[in-house]
């Protein structure tokens, strides 16, 4: 009996040569890459990822300027309480959610913690609303430990392109963390969000003005720009 082929479902492994020289170029494609959440200490980055979750940064920072011009600190931001808190929040998804967890997450930061964000994975995951993706975005920016948070955008590179193929964010996470050159380990995390997040759209990659589209393995490269809109 004849059998149909089927198209191969995964990408294969880039060489870690290649890895190297395709982090320089997204390097040399975002050379101030940084988070896009607006923040001015420890407490107000921890408190933003937290909301940023299944959020974008844009509506996040939206929401959390007039809130940290209330409470900047664990303190005035525990005083608010969950109600007060959601009162800023309503805009983001999941608010009520995260109002809850906020408030309780300042009351941990203050019992336990002296007011201070913890640097160290375990306390950090033992706060409300603070999981291994969080705890890794606060410890690499604010604890410059080269952590590996994986986003929707970050899974969706590794497996794509074969830079660090894995089932589950848990795997892509360890492979990116063996695969990528020590040094580079902090950087790329903003390289790989901002290139996953702009370039490499999930429906749409846009491969015809991609900057690491010759070592990336995709195999259904998106070569040509939409066409630009004409008038007659
Ligand atoms: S070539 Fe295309 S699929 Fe590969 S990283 Fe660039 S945008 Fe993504």
Redesign the pocket.
Known sequence: MATSRTKPTTTPKMSLKAVRAFLNALDKAHPDARSELIYHNHFELLVSVVLSAQATDVSVNKATRALYEKAPDPASMAALGEDGIAHYIRTIGLWRSKAHNVALLCQQLLEKHNGHVPNNREALEALPGVGRKTANVVLNIAFDQPTMAVDTHIFR?GN??GLAPGKTVRAVEDALIARIPKEMLRPAHHWLILHGRY??KART???WR?P??EW?L?KE??KIPPKSKTTP
Do not use: F, Q
């Open positions: 590179l794509r392109t370039v490499c990659p846009e491969c991609c690491v589209t990336c995709y490269k998106n």
